[in-house]
């Protein structure tokens, strides 16, 4: 069993930028971020391979979101820059990937922190 704690999240005026953090009890072969706004699915926003530091990102947060991991790869981060009321939504972080087509899909990952809530006002 994983568990996962995320922090960093708050309220930013359009255009600024936040870091969320994530710490796992354990490593995991891959982490992810997702974020979920009211009335919508939760969807994929970056995930990293632990091992190879190899990164994916969504089409809608690619060149704003960068993730990274610390050296013993059970901490990720998500520097989130130019955010915009778009991004307001609650993040959540996922760990170990079952595999699949698409490492942002939330029904391929089987651990789940309790989100963060990240507020862009216009």
């Known amino acids: 069993q994983v568990r996962l704690v995320e922090s960093g999240g708050g309220s930013v005026q359009t255009g600024g930028s936040l870091t969320l953090s994530c710490v796992a009890t354990y490593e995991t072969n891959y982490m992810a971020w997702f974020r979920q706004a009211p009335g919508k699915e939760r969807e994929g926003v970056a995930c990293?391979?632990?091992?190879?530091?190899?990164?994916y990102y969504a089409d809608s947060v690619e060149g704003r979101f960068t993730i990274s991991q610390d050296n013993a790869k059970t901490t990720v981060f998500l520097r989130m820059d130019s955010l915009e009321p778009e991004d307001t939504a609650m993040y959540y972080c996922a760990a170990d990937w079952r595999g699949g087509d698409d490492p942002l899909s939330a029904a391929r990952y089987t651990y789940w922190g309790q989100g963060t809530q990240v507020t862009v006002s216009s």
């Open positions: 990293i391979v632990t091992g190879s530091g190899d990164t």
